[in-house]
């Protein structure tokens, strides 16, 4: 166990090297400048271009403004982190997989294209390997090729995936999937959904109504609502929280594409105001590209 | 879109305009206020920067008219260095070549398959005999997702089935495009990332293989900070012609577009505003850059509807939409004034709010087609101008005859009637303010 935490450690700080190298270029470059204004203006600016957004930016500013007497450039450094450790860690909470739950529900959200079908592959790739029966269901019966797609990764994990046709009422394909998960005791369940953008009020209904098929069907399920967020996206992704957990209730959230240029800093903008747990990080478009997220392993790649 | 960020400006436009005059102390406060909406709306920080200079510049300058108020002068100065940044005027595609090749490119999951069929879609309309090229081996189901696509708006597309690499999929399919007489080749391209050297070389030797005339970088509007990377990525690597900016029809306020436009200096040529093939919209930047104001393109509209709408009429036509009594007879005497104004849908453009409410295509109405409505509905007796509802198949060919005209130039104009008469009924819900604000043009 401790072993794959360290693989993960030295694997996420390779893809999040690049993350590091700009902030700390900006942040360097902000060390050897003269005045204790001109530093705090280069942090502001570099956490702003990492879409943390102005209003977190200038409070984590503003707050080593306060702590910090002079412009000693270590003394710095360390409580920007810390600053910034101390938001994310209120957050960093893994996924447990709770025994009691039979099976236990986790369906994915989110909007167009940020990787919910591909982070369940991932996902069903992790809970099948650690010796878990994974089923998946088709829950996107409206993008072209969505159940194919989803199949394709069923195939790839070798596990079930419970569809329907194309165009189908995706309650319909959840309730099938309930059932069959029971009939055959499976540990896992996992629901892909189509995307949708958070403002469009008759998807977001069809959400709700999926998530009462599935409480009636059992009681307290989902167990967890996972909404995908893209690292590329800038504030409109607090939108995008906020609404789908005002919609349904998000219990998680995992932060794809972290493996590009994109910083991602949204993540702390959306811990500092939404205080969603993150369980996972994407970083990369294959099955072991996905990590548990981990606050400190974060801003240690970050800065 | 750009919802919030408008609201900012407006905000901000006001309190200037309590100060009664722009002095350097306000244009600073508004200036301010201006950078921060623009960082709230993904505006890269760089871009924000470069962009309130040369508002500074000029709004101090002497670019100030003096029939204007401060604020009005203030608005005029942020609205024309948007719509500056957000480039001239829109720009179509550039199809060159036997056949023209447009290849599709950009990070994962940006859009480019959806758009793709989309743009199949607009160029068959327009006469067009476009091939589809899927070209994407690595997403699960791409191809399949791709070829659905087609078979649903009724294009062609190759079988990529089979193939080990993009490159022989686009020779071959080149190859048959030209024997087939295909005069449109569209490719769609794996995402990637911009870093990723292997996926970035394969892009450039597709493009050295197809010799495409467009290769349209598809971003996804809700993109932060990073946008002026990765278009600049793909720019630098293999020379983009142009931008389409998909989900459009999210709240994002975009700011993308100013940053991606300024980094590449390329035209933003398209704008997805949905899931649906027939989602793809025309990118204009000045209305885009009213948009932004959220204030319409408030200058142009105020100085042409006073000069083209007289007073009495409006508010004559404004009582008529309240009682919901607006009858074509009504509508032929507002396309006279509307043919002073430009075109239908540049009015309705400018009108803040509405492009929430199009949700459909059908609502906009080209020039052209006003001469075209004007012959229906002259072709209509009394009966059938006060009640459109009674318009059956046969009188429908009669007034085509009458018009010179197609039936399903009737229908859809038929359509196009009935959207506005609901949009209408959406302002009446929205009050007299509403209904003002779209005969006049003011935006609140
Ligand atoms: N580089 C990178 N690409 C990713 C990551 N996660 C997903 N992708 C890619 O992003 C694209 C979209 O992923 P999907 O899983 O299809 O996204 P989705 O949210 O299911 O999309 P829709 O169902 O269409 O809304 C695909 O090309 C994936 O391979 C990641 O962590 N890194
Ligand atoms: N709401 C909305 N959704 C869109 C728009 N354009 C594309 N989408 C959706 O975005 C998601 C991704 O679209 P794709 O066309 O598969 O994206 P892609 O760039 O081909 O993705 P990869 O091939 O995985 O890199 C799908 O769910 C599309 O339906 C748009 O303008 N509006
Ligand atoms: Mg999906
Ligand atoms: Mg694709």
């Known amino acids: 166990m401790l072993s794959r935490i360290k693989s993960g450690i030295t694997g996420l700080k390779a893809k999040l090297t690049r993350t590091h190298n700009a902030i700390m270029g900006s942040v360097e470059a902000a060390l050897t400048g003269s005045s204790r ?32 007497a002079g412009r000693d450039e270590e003394k710095l450094k360390g409580c920007l982190k810390s600053a910034i450790y101390n938001i994310l860690k209120q ?60 199949e394709l990764w069923g195939g790839r994990v070798g596990c079930p995936v419970i569809k329907q046709a194309h165009g189908g009422d ?3 394909v959840v309730f099938d999937a309930i059932r069959a998960a029971r009939a055959r005791g499976t540990d896992v369940l996992i629901l892909d959904t189509a995307g949708r953008l958070h403002t469009k009020s008759n998807l977001m209904a069809e959400l709700k109504k999926i998530k009462r098929v599935i409480d009636r069907e059992m009681p307290g399920a989902p167990h967890e609502n996972l909404l995908v967020l893209d690292a590329s996206t800038g504030q409109n992704a607090l939108n995008q929280a906020r609404m789908f957990n005002e919609a349904i209730g998000v219990t998680g959230i995992a932060l794809t594409k972290l493996d590009g240029t994109a910083k991602g800093g949204i993540i702390i903008a959306i811990a500092n105001e939404l205080k969603i747990p993150i369980r996972f990080i994407g970083v990369g478009e294959t099955a072991d590209d996905l990590k548990d997220f981990n606050a400190g392993e974060f801003v240690d790649a970050l800065i | 879109m750009f919802e919030s960020l408008t609201d900012k400006l407006r905000k901000v436009i006001k309190d200037i305009r309590g100060q009664g005059r722009l002095s350097e102390s306000n244009v600073q406060d508004a200036l301010k206020e201006v950078r921060l909406a623009l960082l709230e709306a993904d505006v890269n920080f760089k871009v924000v920067k470069g962009f309130i200079e040369s508002v500074r510049e000029k709004a101090v300058g002497r670019d100030v008219l003096e029939s204007l108020t401060p604020g009005d002068q203030f608005i005029k100065v942020v609205h024309d260095e948007l719509t500056a940044v957000l480039g001239g005027a829109g720009a179509g595609l550039e199809l060159k070549g036997k056949p023209a090749v447009v290849m599709l490119v950009g990070l994962q999951g940006s859009g480019k398959t959806t758009t793709t069929a989309k743009l199949a879609l607009k160029l068959k309309g327009q006469g067009r005999t476009p091939y589809i090229v899927p070209a994407d081996l690595f997403r699960l189901a791409a191809v399949l997702q791709l070829k659905r696509l087609a078979a649903e708006i009724g294009v062609d597309c190759f079988d990529s089935d089979g193939y080990k690499n993009a490159a022989d999929i686009c020779s071959e399919a080149a190859r048959y495009a030209g024997l087939k007489g295909y005069d449109t080749l569209l490719v769609d391209t794996a995402g990637r990332l911009h870093i990723d050297g292997e996926l970035m070389n394969e892009l450039k030797n597709l493009k050295r293989l197809l010799d495409p005339s467009e290769i349209l970088f598809v971003a996804d509007s809700m993109t932060g900070q990073d946008a002026v990377n990765t278009a600049k990525g793909f720019d630098d690597a293999i020379g983009i012609t142009g931008v389409i900016l998909t989900k459009f029809d999210g709240d994002a306020r975009g700011g993308a577009a100013l940053s991606m436009r300024q980094t590449t200096g390329k035209p933003i040529k398209f704008i997805g505003t949905g899931e649906k093939v027939d989602c793809l919209e025309v990118f204009h930047p000045s209305r885009m850059a009213g948009r932004i104001l959220d204030m319409g393109d408030v200058l142009t509209l105020i100085e042409k509807a006073q000069a083209a709408v007289d007073v009495k009429q409006t508010k004559e036509i404004e009582k008529k939409i309240r009682k919901d009594t607006f009858t074509l007879d009504d509508f032929k005497d507002q396309l006279k004034s509307i043919k002073k104004l430009g075109t239908m849908d540049s009015i309705l453009s400018m009108v803040p709010g509405f492009d929430a409410m199009k949700k459909s295509k059908d609502v906009q109405i080209d020039e052209k087609e006003i001469d075209r409505i004007e012959a229906i509905i002259n072709s209509m007796t009394k009966k059938e101008r006060q009640d459109p509802s009674c318009l059956n198949a046969s009188r429908r060919q009669r007034i085509a005859k009458g018009s010179g005209t197609k039936v399903q130039e009737i229908n859809k104009f038929m359509n196009q009637y009935d959207q506005m008469r609901k949009m209408m009924k959406k302002l009446r819900q929205a009050g007299p303010r509403g209904i003002k604000a779209m005969l006049q043009g003011m935006g609140r």
């Open chain 1, 91 to 150: 957050v960093e909470r893994p996924l447990e997989i709770g025994v009691n739950q039979k099976p236990f529900v986790l369906m994915a959200l989110g909007v167009n294209g940020v990787g919910k079908t591909t982070t369940i592959g991932k996902l069903a790739a992790r809970y099948s390997s650690s010796g878990k029966s994974v089923m998946l269901a088709a829950g996107d019966t409206f993008r072209s090729a969505a159940i194919e797609q989803l």
């Open chain 1, 170 to 172: 995706p309650g319909a």
């Open chain 1, 37 to 68: 204004e001109e530093i705090l203006g280069a942090l502001e600016e570099a956490l702003i271009t990492s879409d943390v957004g102005v209003k977190t930016a200038s409070e984590i500013v503003d707050g080593l403004r306060a702590v910090m």
